[in-house]
């Protein structure tokens, strides 16, 4: 079965950091591309970023580009989502996500429970 859990989510002012990251199991995670999506209050899910197996193909919302760091060990099975310069429209629940395939290009076929972020002073 495949399971995923975001954690590291939390409290934090503007222009600060978080780090969340995404244990995976019940699948070879190593071959699956994975993705980041964020659902804040009131709004529809959206697209974070993603990032192939082997870490040779990244991609990010517009949003977060230059701020946000998407990351992978293959060797603890865990996903990472480094960010940057938050602001308070980065509040959201974020998730992730598993791709059916070693690229991240269409839809996940898995998610896991968010974490909550909240960026507020």
């Known amino acids: 079965e495949v399971q995923l859990q975001a954690f590291g989510g939390g409290l934090v002012q503007p222009g600060g950091s978080l780090r969340l990251s995404c244990a995976a199991s019940?699948?070879?995670?190593?071959?699956?591309?994975m993705y980041w999506v964020r659902q804040a209050p009131g709004k529809r899910r959206e697209f974070v970023s993603s990032i192939n197996s082997g870490s040779t193909d990244i991609r990010y919302a517009n949003g977060v580009k230059d701020r946000f760091t998407i990351s992978r060990d293959n060797t603890k099975n865990t996903l990472y989502l480094q960010m940057n310069s938050l602001n308070p429209d980065d509040t959201a629940v974020y998730y992730c996500g598993k791709s059916p395939e070693r690229n991240a290009y269409g839809p996940a076929d898995s998610w896991g429970q968010g974490t909550l972020v909240t960026v507020s002073s």
């Open positions: 019940g699948f070879a995670f190593s071959s699956f591309g």
